[in-house]
């Protein structure tokens, strides 16, 4: 079965600091990829997707993720934090069968990013 | 741009009443969810919907939950007798490639 690990529930770091928030995922197949976003008080909101094309993966409001098969990871980063950015977020996977991307998601347990001023 | 929507925004209930959670999903997609995020856990697939039919569901999804799409639009989600468990926040999300989230509703059961 799919799984996916977010390492660090919480993580803080100033304005204009790099983001890194981490994201490994269990599957002999690489699955499809996926980063969304959930503000206070809102829906979750697709930062960005990787299916099997370009490694290296840029979303919206300046976040990137690079896909690492040799370490089944997905890390989102930014390189420059923002006040706006502190929210939760989720990395999520969906079984690469037949190249189709959707499907059922299995969401990591979430990474809550404070950003001090 | 489209969206999904969901309707209502928040919900209280007593123990034991049937609610009926509802969503309009963005209007050319085929595939459908639902899902629950617990308070301070992760979000949780409840169930997927494709040509009318449940499609795969979790062992969350058990016989007081059921789904429809009673005409062209909606998507329900109804729960036939709520627990206090049952409290959580409820996503509905539809896809046609890449899946898109309802704002969710707050279901609180008393």
């Known amino acids: 079965a799919q799984s996916v690990t977010q390492l660090g529930s919480h993580v803080s770091v100033s304005e204009g600091a790099l983001v890194l928030l981490r994201c490994n995922y269990s599957?002999?197949?690489?699955?499809?990829l996926f980063w969304y976003v959930q503000y206070p008080n809102q829906g979750l909101q697709l930062l960005l997707k990787?299916?099997?094309?370009?490694?290296l993966v840029k979303g919206i409001n300046g976040f990137e993720a690079e896909f690492k098969k040799s370490e089944t990871s997905f890390h989102l980063t930014k390189p420059s934090a923002h006040m706006s950015d502190a929210a939760e977020y989720f990395c999520?996977?969906?079984?690469?069968?037949?190249?189709?991307?959707?499907?059922?998601?299995?969401f990591g347990q979430g990474t809550i990013l404070t950003v001090h001023p | 741009e489209p969206e999904v929507t969901q309707t209502p925004s928040h919900q209280v209930t007593q123990m034991g009443q049937e609610v009926i959670l509802r969503c309009v999903p963005i209007?050319?997609?085929?595939?459908f969810y639902w899902y629950r995020q617990i308070l301070g856990q992760k979000v949780e697939f409840l169930v997927s919907?494709?040509?009318?039919?449940?499609?795969?569901k979790s062992e969350i999804f058990d016989d007081q939950f059921s789904v429809e799409r009673p005409d062209g639009s909606n998507f329900t989600l109804k729960i036939r007798s709520t627990k206090l468990e049952d409290s959580a926040m409820y996503f509905c999300?539809?896809?046609?490639?890449?899946?898109?989230f309802g704002p969710g509703t707050r279901l609180t059961v008393l």
């Open positions: 999300a539809s896809s046609l490639g890449l899946t898109f």
């Open positions: 599957s002999s197949v690489p699955p499809y």
């Open positions: 990787y299916t099997s094309a370009a490694t």
């Open positions: 999520a996977v969906i079984p690469n069968a037949g190249g189709t991307s959707y499907g059922k998601l299995t």
């Open positions: 209007s050319n997609h085929l595939y």
């Open positions: 919907f494709y040509n009318n039919e449940i499609s795969e």
